[in-house]
T-cell receptor, first 115, second 109 residues
Framework: NAGVTQTPKFQVLKTGQSMTLQCAQD?????MYWYRQDPGMGLRLIYY???????DKGEVPNGYNVSRLNKREFSLRLESAAPSQTSVYFC??????????????FGPGTRLTVL | GIQVEQSPPDLILQEGANSTLRCNFS?????LQWFHQNPWGQLINLFY???GTKQNGRLSATTVATERYSLLYISSSQTTDSGVYFC???????????FGTGTRLLVSP
């Protein structure tokens, strides 16, 4: 099993450009998440998908859109990139949110720089 | 929303030493997890521990939910323990986690 995979690993954009970050998991998990990590601020939840066909806003959703394409894939789109969106983006998945033993599994991250 | 605070922010240890990392949270939680981010950026879940005590090898964690804190113990530290340790919590049943700012640990040989 590859676990959670993310593409691309690195990306440089100019202000105003758009791009989509891809995430896929092969663990048959129900829920998927997108976080951003900025220096000294820990991780912050952007959007999540509790199950296939549903998406909801997290802590910092402005400037982003998401699509839960199917059970395996959850993409994050920046329609008009801004320098404030320079960050490392992590995708995660979990099997049964709310279950007492559930845990989140993270992808390797995408380092995005917006000039 | 819930606030999650971790201490200390930085910790330097000699190999073989023990350490305790603390996580305070401002609200009752149904979900609390500890993660390790290695120097290459990979995040690994260590414990799912909204209450009680768990142990996994040299690591153990205790959450006292009534007093709103959790502790992560690292015994006989190794250089591979270096990285950032995050605590994350959620007051709801769903994993809408709020992360602390982490404790950066450096274990020197």
């Amino acid at each position: 099993n590859a676990g959670v995979t993310q593409t691309p690993k690195f990306q440089v954009l100019k202000t105003g450009q758009s791009m989509t970050l891809q995430c896929a998991q092969d663990m048959n998990h129900n829920s998927m998440y997108w976080y951003r990590q900025d220096p000294g601020m820990g991780l912050r939840l952007i959007y999540y998908s509790a199950s296939e066909g549903t998406t909801d806003k997290g802590e910092v959703p402005n400037g982003y859109n998401v699509s839960r394409l199917n059970k395996r894939e959850f993409s994050l789109r920046l329609e008009s990139a801004a320098p404030s969106q320079t960050s490392v983006y992590f995708c995660a998945s979990s099997a049964n949110p709310g279950a007492r033993t559930d845990t989140q599994y993270f992808g390797p991250g995408t380092r995005l720089t917006v000039l | 929303g819930i606030q999650v605070e971790q201490s200390p922010p930085d910790l330097i240890l000699q190999e073989g030493a023990n350490s305790t990392l603390r996580c305070n949270f401002s609200d009752s939680v149904n979900n609390l997890q500890w993660f390790h981010q290695n120097p290459w950026g990979q995040l690994i879940n260590l414990f799912y521990i909204p209450s009680g005590t768990k142990q996994n090898g040299r690591l153990s964690a205790t959450t006292v939910a009534t007093e709103r804190y959790s502790l992560l113990y690292i015994s006989s530290s190794q250089t591979t323990d270096s990285g950032v340790y995050f605590c994350a919590a959620s007051p709801g049943s769903f994993q809408k986690l709020v992360f602390g700012t982490g404790t950066r640990l450096l274990v020197s040989p």
